[in-house]
């Protein structure tokens, strides 16, 4: 009995449990070793994220662009590639989105259709040029990504005091009106003041769009050839570097529309000189959802509680907000080193056999 | 034009050093066939551990034998740290570029947790850096030791030493043969009887080492404090490493481009020549030249084959 449920139960999803679990444990000893105390800790932490309908709305508010970059970077690896230009494609695209927010006045849903849009065609261009680069020219998209997202830094860094200047600081846009945002009256009061917004929504059509493509179309069907075996996949008569570039112009828009969210939902102005984390937290969360649309769901909402939890640990306890990023990226310390747990697995099932 | 340029050269230098010694250690680990895109963690690492050791010597002693010991450490530090990569990508076969990243998220976030449990802000500021000073007897060169040799930092020529001492051992030893064959046919390497997870452990721990000193140099140098984290500059590094085409002398090259490039886009606004130019274009000009130097050297890349490729020895 045992047996099968083991059978049933995807590998994936052990080794990331487990990953899981490991990062939890040395998120302890982080604590013990500072003088702190660990169930403190973590009973402030998830507190933090759930105890009340606000904050929980706020878990999954913060949740929502996690979603769209983990899709981001999930998406691009089916193809094979590593889009660690995500942090610049949020960015550009959250720019783009903030451009329509603040310059077009429309009805509410027309309005946030364009906003969204012009965000998923921001990201598809910043990703476009790494694909295009990698397609043409065999140029690794990770350095090419790496210098796309301080470009994008440094116009956004220019054109917001340019043209969008806030009324009291040089370093912010002006603030969006409620029209323009992804707010909507309705989730606010349902979350008692929440900053939740359509985001949330936007991410998990996204996770059901993402499936969809990677395993219903042909067009997932070749982006996952390529993935598997290039040359393959060029033999099977499919055109790679088609692919690739497209492959990473989607990962690019997912990427943007999570800017969209985090600058006209989540925020409601732009901030300059700030690299957005949740480009690179995207990276975490596909490793975590094993790379597959509905496992960054999962963890996308397991790191967002983390992050909207960390604050509220920090208020009651001494221990810096610093050890959910810790907890996190020693997850995928062990996410990246699945071999170690895959071996233990194995051994286990050995010496079970055995007896 | 003169004066302008006497006046930026000594920031050019002092921002391509840290860059210059990371991009050698990433050199050592990709020559040797491990991708290490974790060097901006490495550099954080090595900041957080030069600061903390300054932070705690300076007051009880001599404050340039503190800055020299909390270098030290922080390329020690970054050694260390640099066993997780290794570990990963050696011994484990995981994807090198993933573990690269989890060493960067590792690195930023257990520094600025620790820094916390010392200070409290997360900032580590130190008493005082490194000074400058002027080379005796070379700083009297016309023109050449006005720009080279006045003002100088001592880690300058300490890097500079090691870049010469990092040709040699790549070039003129067994060890560096070793590890070209490594990085170029690992397979062809250990028939030979080279013990190939030796020789890229090695590698790995001294890009490690060097990237921790990059950091501490930024910390001594430019920074002043550890803020938990080192602007992208390991980042650069790995494009400058590109960019020089896997060579010492290139990446040379490479990085004093950055670094100049760099120091214009800053210095920018108060100099009236440069003033006419947008400043956004200043800004973004090292970036799109490093694309347009990916794609010029793409056709002649000089990329180690078996970079990224996770070592089996069973495999054929």
New interface residues.
Partial sequence: MKQSIMKKIPKELVVSLLAVVLGLIAGAL?MLF?GNNPFAGYSYLIKGGTMSIERLGNTLATASPLILTGLSIAFAFKTGL?N?GAPGQVLFGGFCATAVALSVNAPKPLLLLLSVSAAALGGALWGS?PGF?KAK????E???S???N??AY??V???IPAYFKGSFLETESRKIAHQASLRVDWLTKLFDGSYINLGLFIGIIAVFVVAFILNRTVLGYELKSVGFNRHAAEYAGISVNKNIILAMMISGALAGIGGAIIYTGNAANLQIGIVPTQG?DG??VS?LGANTPIGVLASAIFFGLLYSGKGFMNAMTNI?P??A??I???I??F??????IERGLDKLKRKRRGN | MWTLIAQIFPYAIAFTIPLLITSLGGLFSERSGVVN?GLEGLMVVGSFTGAIVIYTLQPIMSPDLAVWIGLLAAALAGGVFAI?HA??SIN????Q???G??????A???T???A??VTGS?NIPIVRGLLRRDVPILSEIPVIGRLFFTSTYATTWLVLAILLLGWYVIYKTSYGLRLRACGEHPHAADSAGVNVYKVRYIAVILSGAFSGLGGGILLVTIAGEFTGSVA?LG?LA??AL?FGQWKPLGILGATAFFGLASTIANVSSVIPMLKVI???IL??FP??V??IA??AF??S?QAPKAAGEPYEKGKR
Avoid at chain 2, 92 to 95: P, R
Avoid at chain 2, 101 to 106: L, Q
């Fill in positions: 982080f500072t590593f660690i040029v680069l020219f065999n140029v690794h990770v350095v090419s790496i210098m796309m301080w470009i440094w116009v860094y220019y054109a690179f990276i975490a490793l810096p610093e050890i990023d810790t996190i990226a020693t995928i310390y996410a990246a080193t699945s071999v170690l | 895109i997780l570990f990963a484990l076969n995981a994807n570029v993933i573990s990243t989890a060493i960067n998220m590792m930023g976030a257990l600025v947790f620790l916390r449990n997360g992208g980042f790995l494009a590109i947008p400043g956004v800004k973004v970036y799109i490093t694309l990916l794609v793409s056709k890349s």
